[in-house]
């Protein structure tokens, strides 16, 4: 089946520094790609969304690139700060359009550590 | 608003025991998702939902049943457990069909022994 999975499993960086952390999919037929941060204990909580049709979406201190050529999509965190140390999961939606319903793929994750 | 609320927050279960994690979200949500998430792993959808009443298999539905009543609550039902099934459960609501963010419950952390 599809699945969506991770270069690196763990990324340490110092705080201030800027972190990137990277996801490769294979579903060519998913609408939208989430990156979601799930802290020690908690359930993932949203971070920030890319549609299909788009390269490049910015939030708060946090980019998202998505290159469908390659099927890669990256998540930049700037300034990172020791409140971004977490596990840092991808998501794709199952299919296309109507017929997905929201069904997510999630890849394995990426612990992020963010030293004082 | 509470948001998506689970419960019980821990449970150990017996092999062949049988038990419902129960999910609740307040935000008049039509779509529920089931997920567990096995240890160093992301999460597998188990079952969801599109609105009460109606409901089907994700990647994993195995061993687990569901139900939709109402649009509040989404039910999980575990019928003979059986270790495979150790696993942090969680629940999650989305708004509207292209919505793409999923609200997460803090799950429910299951030990089958």
């Known amino acids: 089946g599809e699945s969506v999975g991770l270069h690196l499993p763990t990324l340490s960086v110092q705080e201030g520094d800027n972190s990137i952390i990277n996801c490769a999919y294979s579903n060519s037929a998913s609408d939208y790609f989430i990156w979601y941060k799930q802290e020690s204990g908690k359930g993932p909580q949203f971070i920030i969304d890319i549609r299909s049709n788009m390269d490049k979406r910015q939030g708060q201190r946090v980019t998202v690139l998505l290159n469908k050529t390659v099927k890669h999509l990256s998540l930049q965190i700037a300034a990172t700060q020791p409140g971004d140390s977490a596990v840092y999961f991808c998501?794709?939606?199952?299919?296309?359009?109507?017929?997905?319903?929201?069904?997510?793929?999630f890849g394995q994750g990426t612990i992020l550590t963010v030293h004082p | 608003n509470a948001g998506v609320t689970q419960t019980p927050k821990f449970r150990i279960l017996k092999i062949g025991q049988s038990m419902t994690l129960q999910c609740t979200q307040d935000?008049?949500?039509?779509?529920m998702y089931w997920y567990r998430q096995d240890p160093g792993m992301g999460l597998k959808l188990i079952y969801y939902?599109?609105?009460?009443?109606?409901?089907d298999k994700g990647e994993v539905p195995n061993g687990y049943n569901v139900s939709r009543s109402t649009t509040e609550d989404f039910p999980l039902r575990l019928e003979l457990a059986a270790p495979s099934q150790t696993s942090v459960y969680f629940c999650?609501?989305?708004?509207?069909?292209?919505?793409?963010?999923?609200?997460f419950g803090p799950g429910t952390r299951l030990t089958v022994t």
């Open positions: 935000m008049n949500h039509n779509y």
């Open positions: 998501a794709e939606n199952m299919g296309a359009g109507g017929t997905s319903y929201g069904k997510l793929t």
């Open positions: 999650a609501s989305r708004s509207r069909q292209g919505a793409s963010e999923q609200y």
């Open positions: 939902s599109v609105g009460a009443g109606i409901t």
